[in-house]
């Protein structure tokens, strides 16, 4: 009978504590590495993004992130991106939304005399999932459209909710022609 009840509370523990649903106005801060495919170039640098929620549906995010490259063709380059996107949840459960995402994208990319930048669009969908109270994780398909290349990729991502308002972040990304992995923290402003 005990171990009953114990499965019992672990299987309405996330719902409980989740009541709310998951949380969109938060702020991220992240270490990136990427593992390029083509190039063979891997770029490391620092990304900030941001949700905020403007309703109990609705959300606006943007992202900012630096990259930085030494060993191309002898040189180095840089990478500067930012993007500003509107997005929906649906909360399939108290526990797992469905989420997308649209919007702008612009990137500056320099390095060995060159300066190029453009302007493209990027559109995200996936789940959120809380496992437990502590536990959340996210799958996502992405695909952008920038310096005339269209690009998809699939996303992972895991959270440890440390606190109320602070989380532990990683996720690792596999793209057509790199992969991008990341570490760091979310606070949450709900």
């Known amino acids: 009978m005990r171990s009953v009840l114990l499965a019992a509370a672990l299987i309405v523990a996330p719902a409980a504590a989740l009541a709310d649903g998951l949380s969109y106005t938060y702020a991220d801060l992240r270490y990136f590495v990427t593992d390029g495919d083509d190039l063979s170039v891997n770029q490391q640098g620092g990304a900030l993004s941001g949700s905020f929620a403007i309703d109990s549906t609705f959300f606006v995010a943007g992202d900012a992130s630096f990259g930085y490259s030494d060993g191309f063709n002898g040189g180095h380059f840089k990478t500067i991106t930012t993007s500003l996107r509107g997005g929906a949840h649906y909360p399939v459960t108290d526990a797992m939304d469905v989420v997308g995402t649209a919007g702008a994208l612009f990137a ?18 996936g789940l959120r999932l809380a496992l437990t109270p502590q536990v959340e994780v996210g799958a996502f398909y992405s695909y952008q459209s920038i ?38 923290a979310r606070y949450r402003f709900e």
Do not use: C
């Open 108 to 125: 500056d990319v320099s390095g060995n005399g060159a300066d190029d930048n453009d302007i493209g669009y990027r559109t995200e969908a």
């Open 147 to 184: 310096f005339s290349n269209d690009t998809s990729a699939f996303n992972g991502e895991l959270q440890y909710h440390i606190t109320e308002s602070i989380s532990a972040i990683a996720s690792a990304t596999n793209g057509r022609n790199a992969d991008l992995y990341t570490v760091g």
